[in-house]
C-alpha cells in the first residue's frame, strides 16, 4: 500500500494551540486547539491535500528531508512527520454517499413509495446499468 510522509511544522499559537502547516506542499494548513488536535487535522489536510492534487493532475512534490523554516515562524515551533495512505483516503471519499436532488413525475413517486421503493438504491442500480458498470456488494 502506497504511504506518503512529509514534514509538517507545529506552530505554538500562544493559547495551548498549534496551526500547521507544511512547507513542501503550499496551501496545505490546519489548525488544532492542542498538539493531539494538530496532529489529527494535520494528518487529515495532508490527505485530502494529495487527494486534491491527484485529481487534478498535478504532480506530489518530493519530500524534503529539513525544510526551510521562514525565520518569522514562531519560536517553540515543532517540525514532525505526518503519514497518510493516499489510497485509503480516495478510497473514503470517491466511496462517500452524497444526496442529490432529482424531479420525476409525482405519480411515479407515488406508485415507488407505495411499494415501498429504496430510491436511492434503485437510483444507484439504474446508473451502474447505464454506464456500464458492475453491482457493488
Known amino acids: 500500500m502506497r ?3 512529509y514534514l509538517a511544522v507545529f506552530e505554538p499559537d500562544g493559547n495551548g494551540g498549534y496551526g500547521v502547516f507544511f512547507p513542501d506542499l503550499p496551501g496545505c494548513v490546519t489548525l488544532g486547539a492542542d498538539l493531539e488536535q494538530a496532529q489529527e487535522g494535520a494528518a487529515e489536510a495532508l490527505g485530502l491535500h494529495i487527494y486534491g492534487m491527484e485529481k487534478d493532475g498535478d504532480p506530489l512534490p ?3 528531508k529539513a525544510p526551510a523554516i521562514d525565520p ?3 519560536p517553540g515551533y515543532l517540525v514532525s512527520p505526518v503519514t497518510v495512505f493516499p489510497d485509503l483516503v480516495k478510497d ?6 452524497v444526496k442529490t436532488n432529482i424531479t420525476i413525475p409525482a ?3 407515488e406508485a415507488a413509495e407505495a411499494k415501498g421503493a429504496n430510491f436511492s438504491r434503485v437510483l444507484e442500480t ?4 447505464y454506464l456500464g458498470l458492475p453491482h457493488g456488494a
Open 72 to 74: 518569522d515562524v514562531t
Open 92 to 97: 473514503e471519499l470517491d466511496n462517500r454517499r
Open 126 to 129: 439504474a446508473l451502474r446499468d
Open 3 to 5: 504511504k506518503c510522509t
Open 107 to 109: 405519480w411515479l413517486k
Open 62 to 64: 518530493a519530500p524534503s
